[in-house]
C-alpha cells in the first residue's frame, strides 16, 4: 500500500482555519443572536470537524469504502437523532 504524503504547508493551513473557526465561536458567545446562537455554533463545529475528517483522517483521499462507512455512520446519527427528538417533542410536559 502507498500512502498519500501531503506538504506539510496543507496541514498548517487546516490547522489556521481550524484556529480562527475556534476563535469566531469564541466571539460568537458574546453576541445574542436569540436562539440562532446554537445554529450558528453548530454550524462552525460541524465544518471543524469536516475539516478534520477530510485532511487529518484522510478520508478525501480514501477509497470509495471508507466513503461509503462515514456516509453510513452519518445516516444513522441523523437516524437517532430524528428518533430520539421525534419522542422529546412528544412528550405532554406538566407545568
Not at 490547522?15 to 445574542?32: K, S, V
Not at 485532511?55 to 461509503?68: D, E, G, N, P
Amino acid at each position: 500500500m502507498s500512502e498519500l504524503i501531503l506538504p506539510k504547508r496543507v496541514y498548517y493551513t487546516i490547522f489556521a482555519i481550524l484556529l480562527l473557526c475556534t476563535y469566531l465561536t469564541w466571539q460568537l458567545a458574546y453576541f445574542d443572536l436569540g436562539p440562532l446562537n446554537t445554529v450558528a455554533a453548530l454550524g462552525i463545529a460541524v465544518f471543524k470537524s469536516v475539516l478534520v475528517v477530510l485532511f487529518f483522517m484522510h478520508a478525501k483521499y480514501s477509497t470509495r469504502l471508507t466513503w461509503v462507512v462515514g456516509i453510513a455512520g452519518v445516516f444513522w446519527l441523523g437516524i437517532l437523532l430524528a428518533l430520539t427528538m421525534g419522542d422529546y417533542l412528544t412528550r405532554g410536559w406538566v407545568n
